[in-house]
Every structure is written in structure tokens, then in C-alpha cells.
């Protein structure tokens, strides 16, 4: 079956670290690829998605994410994290299957941005 | 951001009630989903809706049960639920079952 492996649930960083949250799916065929994040108090929104193209995609609030076919990740990364990265971050795959496509999440990871 | 509205934003309520979920989409999309969200859980998708017609359930108890009358609306009817059944619904919709979804604030459900 397919799956969205996290690797990590929780990372705590100081701000202005560096941030690379891992993303891993199970599936051989083409993919659309997302990360969603959901902030404190707010509903889950649309960081960043990847269809086709550049596999180096960017987002909102310097969030970026690269495509690696071979390796089947869509890691999330930004250069310097501020406080109000604080958040849950969500990646998810949408593929084909009979009847349609679904879209599977991954468990997402909690980042904490030490101020 | 009020694309997608959800009601009520909080409910408790006993194992003997019946409840329902109310979600409405202003963003003209063809596809609503309802997802169970509890904590240290991945999301849990429950149900998907395309142009009205159901074309999935995710193995979901019949306890819940949804309806989607028009393309802007989407319910989920509850009732005999369990106090496991405590979670954060949250309805979604999209463009079509490619695309991103937009979430919304979500239903904090309490069952006693």
C-alpha cells in the first residue's frame, strides 16, 4: 500500500537554524507532491506543491522543497527558521488508483522555534 | 480566509445523541473530504465526495454517516458515537482530486 514516512515528529531549533524536514513516499509511478502546514490556532494551508518541472520548488514564508525521484522524498527545507515558524508540517502524495486519485499525509512533524 | 466554513466549531455531546458536521465550500470546487485529525495520529481520511457523488470510504464506521446535497455543501451526521470518536473533523475541498485542498477551522468533537 502506499504510504508518507515523516522522520521526525518533533524538531526544536533556535531561530535563524536551519530547517530540512524529511519526506519519504512509497509509490513508482508519478506523484503530485505537497507540504501543508497548520500554525498554531489556524486550519491546515498549502506551503508549497509540486507537479511537474523544476523539481526545486519554492513557497510561502521562504519555505522550499526538492523533488528526488530516485530517493522518492520531497524534503522540506528553510535556511534561517524564525519564531513564527512554530507549527505542524504536513507532507502529502496524491496518486492515481482505480476510481480516481487519493491524496495519503504523512503523520507530520511539530517544529518548535526557540525564540 | 473563509473559503471553507465549517459548524459548529465545538461540540460535546453523549454517546446516545445525534449531532451532525456542517461544512460549506465557497470556492466553486468539484471534491469535498472529511478527515478525523486526533493527536499522534496521521490524519485519517474518512470520506471523499466528487461532483455529489461518494467515491470513497475509508472503512468508516456507519456511525458516521455523510451527505453532500450540492457541490457547496458537505454534512457529516453523527450519532451512538464513542468516546474514542474525540477528534478534530476537519472538511477540505479541491478543484478536483489532483489539486491542493483548502481545509477548514476544523469541529473539536468531545463524545462523553
Known amino acids: 500500500a502506499q504510504s508518507v514516512s515523516q522522520h521526525n515528529h518533533h524538531v526544536i531549533l533556535s531561530e535563524a537554524a536551519s530547517l530540512e524536514l524529511g519526506c519519504n513516499y512509497s509509490?513508482?509511478?508519478?506523484?503530485?507532491l505537497f507540504w501543508y502546514v497548520q500554525y498554531p490556532g489556524q486550519h491546515l494551508q498549502l506551503l508549497l506543491k509540486?507537479?511537474?518541472?523544476?523539481?526545486l520548488v519554492k513557497g510561502i514564508k521562504g519555505f522550499e522543497a526538492e523533488f528526488i525521484k530516485s530517493k522518492f522524498s520531497f524534503n522540506l527545507r528553510k535556511p534561517s527558521v524564525q519564531w513564527s515558524d512554530t507549527a505542524e508540517y504536513f507532507c502529502?502524495?496524491?496518486?492515481?488508483?482505480?476510481?480516481?486519485?487519493?491524496?495519503?499525509f504523512g503523520a507530520g512533524t511539530r517544529l518548535f522555534v526557540k525564540a | 480566509e473563509t473559503g471553507v466554513t465549517q459548524t459548529p466549531r465545538h461540540l460535546v455531546m453523549g454517546m446516545t445523541n445525534k449531532k451532525s458536521l456542517k461544512c460549506e465550500q465557497h470556492l466553486g470546487h468539484n471534491a469535498m473530504y472529511w478527515y478525523k485529525q486526533s493527536a499522534k495520529k496521521p490524519l485519517e481520511l474518512m470520506f471523499v465526495?466528487?461532483?455529489?457523488?461518494?467515491?470513497e470510504n475509508n472503512s468508516v464506521p456507519s456511525r458516521f454517516s455523510p451527505e453532500c446535497p450540492n457541490s457547496s455543501h458537505l454534512f457529516l451526521h453523527l450519532h451512538t458515537l464513542q468516546p474514542e470518536d474525540s477528534a478534530l473533523y476537519l472538511c477540505a475541498s479541491s478543484q478536483d482530486r489532483t489539486d491542493t485542498q483548502y481545509f477548514g477551522p476544523g469541529t473539536r468533537l468531545t463524545v462523553l
Open positions: 465526495y466528487s461532483l455529489e457523488e461518494r467515491v
Open positions: 502529502a502524495v496524491n496518486v492515481p488508483r482505480t476510481g480516481g486519485f487519493k491524496t495519503i
Open positions: 509540486y507537479f511537474s518541472g523544476d523539481p
Open positions: 509509490y513508482g509511478g508519478t506523484v503530485n
